[in-house]
């Protein structure tokens, strides 16, 4: 199962950017899929995170200004991304989860992608 991100970029602080992240490969099923960054000498933290029920989760330093929306018929996921501001600057990574064609299960990660939020 592979991943691939797109979008990023360099956008002014309180612009807007939007990425999308599409899975393929051997996928029997998608149970959740979703976005996450790491800045230089930081961690990975959550950005969001949507299951194949609907439950989504944002991180505390993203609410009310993200948006992650899903196309399940296209292993599709996007992160739309409003207000930003410096400190959204990091490299931000999708990963899908779910179960291959043999039954086992997956955690696949992108390769990732820049946002830099910048004047």
């Known amino acids: 199962v592979q991943v691939v991100e797109s979008g990023g970029g360099l956008v002014q602080p309180g612009g807007s950017l939007s990425l999308s992240c599409t899975a393929s490969?051997?996928?029997?099923?998608?149970?959740?899929m979703g976005w996450y960054r790491q800045a230089p000498g930081k961690q990975r933290e959550l950005v969001a995170f949507t299951t194949r029920g609907g439950n989504i989760d944002y991180g505390d330093s993203v609410k009310g200004r993200f948006t992650i929306s899903r196309v399940n018929a296209m292993n599709t996921v996007y992160l739309q991304m409003n207000s930003l501001k410096p400190e959204d600057t990091a490299a931000y990574y999708c990963n899908a989860r779910g179960y291959n064609t043999n039954r086992r299960t997956y955690g696949t990660w992108g390769q990732g992608t820049q946002v830099t939020v910048a004047a």
């Open positions: 490969g051997s996928i029997l099923n998608i149970i959740g």
